[in-house]
């Protein structure tokens, strides 16, 4: 065995084109990068949504409306869920992690109980916050509303 007769062993390699290596290497020269422009050029770097020159789509629609970046999302929860809730139960204690197991909220949901439904069970709901109606409803029977 000599040295001109080494070969790396079949499969270990892969034929790469070698860009930038001279004109022997068939991509000498631009190196495949064209002759002029910001992309022959180094350090360039494509920015998102970039249309060659053009003015961007996500310049050209329209923007209207407001997102209020303080607004905290809360899960509804009608009464008349609690009381279909308390029936299969059969508790009157009802907080956030009866919800999330029942599949009414998820876990890390803020949860708001609201007054849609009617409601004859004296619940102890604990909750992060109520709607008015909620409140009443669950008062006029007598149960209590926490807010956590």
């Known amino acids: 065995m000599k040295l001109n007769n080494l070969k790396p062993a079949k499969g270990s390699t892969k034929k790469v084109k070698r860009i930038g290596r001279g004109e022997g290497s068939g ?27 053009q003015m ?3 310049r050209t629609s329209p923007k209207f409306g407001f997102k209020n970046h303080t607004r905290v999302e809360y ?8 009381q279909a ?12 992690d009866t919800m999330v197991e ?6 890390n949901d803020l949860v708001k109980i609201l ?11 604990s909750a992060n916050a109520f709607s008015k109606s909620a409140i009443a409803k669950i ?10």
Do not use: D, M, W
């Open 102 to 107: 029942a599949g009414l909220a998820r876990a």
């Open 56 to 58: 961007p789509l996500q």
């Open 85 to 96: 809730l308390s029936e299969s139960l059969n508790t009157n204690v009802i907080g956030i």
């Open 27 to 53: 991509h000498g020269g631009t190196a495949t990068r064209g002759n002029k422009g910001a992309q022959a050029r180094s350090g360039y770097n494509r920015k998102i949504g970039f249309q060659g020159g």
């Open 139 to 148: 008062e006029a029977c007598e149960g209590k509303a926490t807010i956590i």
């Open 115 to 125: 007054g849609n439904g009617e409601l004859t069970a004296k619940l102890e709901v």
């Open 75 to 82: 899960r509804g929860v009608n009464v008349a869920a609690l």
